[in-house]
């Protein structure tokens, strides 16, 4: 089972900021926080990591509490194409012997 | 910028079939995945790759499933009898080692077993 809960669906208004929660509080220190998102039926993509520290890149940013249980990505200004399932996933950064799991993810509705 | 590729993009073929995936992943990456999304579902880890060898797999990779890196380039995947609930979109993905541990995924192989 994926090490991680997230609400099942959200909605947000064009231009506007979306903010992405997800609970993860089994999450172990040497593990960091992943996310990717997927548009209709396409691959996965990724978005954004973090250990413990918030990180912020050019398609979003990413708050993580400082128990680190939880964790919050941030679409600054959502466009439509914005529209997708967000995964927040937590493993070792690569390698080692684990099963990287997607669970049900967040339906992101960006709308106009 | 370097991407994973996938071919073919949609394969249809008649249950009790052989069919290969394949895959190309970025060129300096090590660690190689196969995941399945049956249509409305969750992405499945199937089966991941490294220094030539399999390094973990899921229940559902059983003995009908393969995967290999024939050429130092291409990353297959084998299902020896295609099944009628083997129809699923599979996706490959790739991690550089040493990097930050992010996976680039391949746009997907839609299969259709008949």
């Known amino acids: 089972d994926a090490k991680t809960t997230q609400p099942p669906s959200m909605d947000c208004a064009e231009g506007r900021a979306a903010n992405l929660p997800c609970n993860h509080s089994?999450?172990?220190?040497?593990?960091?926080v992943y996310w990717y998102r997927q548009i209709h039926s396409q691959g996965p993509q990724y978005i954004i990591h973090?250990?413990?520290n918030n990180e912020t890149n050019e398609m979003a940013s990413l708050i993580i509490t400082e128990d680190r249980k939880s964790s919050t990505l941030i679409l600054p200004h959502a466009t439509l194409r914005d529209t997708a399932v967000y995964y927040c996933i937590v493993r070792l950064p690569s390698g080692g012997s684990y099963i990287p799991t997607f669970g049900r993810g967040t339906s992101l509705i960006v709308h106009p | 910028e370097p991407e994973v590729t996938q071919t073919p993009s949609h394969q249809v073929t008649q249950m009790g079939q052989e069919v290969i995936l394949r895959c190309v992943p970025i060129s300096n990456h090590l660690y190689f995945y196969w995941y399945r999304q049956i249509l409305g579902q969750k992405v499945e880890f199937l089966v991941s790759f490294y220094n030539n060898e399999i390094s973990e797999k899921s229940e559902i990779f059983d003995d009908q499933f393969s995967v290999e890196r024939p050429d130092g380039s291409n990353f297959t995947l084998k299902i020896r009898s295609t099944k009628l609930e083997d129809s699923a979109m599979y996706f490959c993905a790739s991690i550089l080692l040493g990097g930050a541990g992010e996976q680039f995924f391949g746009p997907g192989t839609r299969l259709t077993v008949l």
């Open positions: 973090g250990l413990k």
């Open positions: 089994t999450i172990s220190g040497n593990e960091y």
